[in-house]
Nanobody, 127 residues
Framework: QVQLVESGGGLVQPGGSLRLSCVVSGFTLNARAIGWFRQAPGKEREEVAAINVLDVAFYNDSVKGRFIVTKDVAQKTVYLQMNALEFDDTAVYYC?????????????????????WGQGTQVTVSL
């Protein structure tokens, strides 16, 4: 059974850092790309970053230079290191498993290209 479980969210001040984790089961990180999306209240789910099977990372322009996505295949975990957090980063963050038909380079930002999602973890940036 495929599962993705996010953790690491919380309350942080502007300029602070958080590291999110996505622990996967039922498949190997050598076989599928993993993406991070977020959804703020009243807004659509938005792509944040992704990492493919070859460890190539992709980023939304709004987080480039601040967020870093990595993975540990042995630990079955994908990380999203978030630095220099801003108020607009407040959202529920989700990790997803990219569908096997899709190439991460061209499809990572497409919500409909993902087969499975975690339950999400809340990130709140506030004074």
């Amino acid at each position: 059974q495929v599962q993705l479980v996010e953790s690491g969210g919380g309350l942080v001040q502007p300029g602070g850092s958080l590291r999110l984790s996505c622990v996967v089961s039922g498949f190997t990180l050598n076989a599928r790309a993993i993406g991070w999306f977020r959804q703020a209240p009243g807004k659509e789910r938005e792509e944040v970053a992704a990492i493919n099977v070859l460890d190539v990372a992709f980023y939304n322009d709004s987080v480039k230079g601040r967020f870093i996505v990595t993975k540990d295949v042995a630990q079955k975990t994908v990380y999203l290191q978030m630095n220099a957090l801003e108020f607009d980063d407040t959202a529920v963050y989700y990790c997803g498993r990219l569908g096997h038909r899709y190439l991460a380079q061209t499809a990572w930002s497409r919500f409909d290209a993902y087969d499975d999602w975690g339950q999400g973890t809340q990130v709140t940036v506030s004074l």
